[in-house]
């Protein structure tokens, strides 16, 4: 199986602040990579698919970039909204895997 | 708009079965794969199984923790997901999320809203 490794699993940031999360897969996966956001008690919502395609109607402040082994999920100017906890997802190879999640809080 | 809504979770012995349905509208339910994610309490996600669109023979496939106890099927003419649970440990409990896969890229673009399925004696 392929697993997910995400860092940091938690972080602390302010409104506005840049913020960078990354995932690694343990082998090449070319760009089947998604993010996936979820809030407290709702099901997680897409975000990027394909490693960089932002998802509609998500903010652009989301982006997404990598290929192979190593993917980042940048959000450029942290909102409220964005306290969360935020997942990484191959799809290149069934089983599927997730990476553990990366939650984000408000410093 | 596409709506996901599962039914037919709750409460269930070691060892009993479990049918979950996930009904469907606002698409066209047979172009699309369907997958079923898992969430433990307080755990992070877990990929359960998905099964293909007709054209693809409806070949399902499944996580390990769940193979030879789990079944996905489809209704095309329904627009309805299952998923079929058996043989049930009390390590399945989760909620159970059914989403829209989109083909080629698989990622998961829509979402129910899940169902509880705990498994205690």
């Known amino acids: 199986d392929i697993q997910m490794t995400q860092s940091p699993s938690s972080l602390s940031a302010s409104v506005g602040d840049r913020v960078t999360i990354t995932c690694r897969a343990s082998?090449?996966?070319?760009?089947?990579l998604n993010w996936y956001q979820q809030m407290p008690g709702k099901a997680p919502n897409l975000l990027i698919y394909a490693a960089s395609s932002l998802q509609s109607g998500v903010p652009s402040r989301f982006s997404g970039s990598g290929a192979g082994t190593d993917f980042t999920l940048t959000i450029s100017s942290l909102q409220p909204e964005d306290f969360a906890t935020y997942y990484c997802?191959?799809?290149?190879?069934?089983?599927?895997?997730f990476g553990q999640g990366t939650t984000v809080e408000i410093k | 708009e596409v709506q996901l809504v599962e039914s037919g979770g709750g409460l269930v012995q070691p060892g009993r079965s479990l049918r979950v349905s996930c009904t469907t509208s606002g698409f066209t339910f047979g172009d699309y794969p369907m997958s079923w994610v898992r969430q433990a309490p307080g755990k992070g996600l877990q990929w359960v199984g998905f099964?293909?669109?007709?054209?693809?023979?409806?070949?399902?496939e499944y996580a390990a923790s769940v193979k030879g106890r789990f079944t996905i099927s489809r209704d095309d003419s329904k627009s309805i997901a299952y998923l079929q649970m058996n043989s049930l440990k009390t390590e399945d409990t989760a909620v159970y999320y059914c989403t829209r896969t989109v083909p080629t890229i698989f990622a998961f673009d829509h979402w129910g809203q899940g169902a509880l399925v705990t498994v205690s004696s």
């Open positions: 997802q191959q799809t290149s190879t069934t089983p599927w895997t």
């Open positions: 099964i293909r669109t007709k054209g693809y023979g409806e070949k399902a």
């Open positions: 082998q090449s996966i070319s760009r089947y």
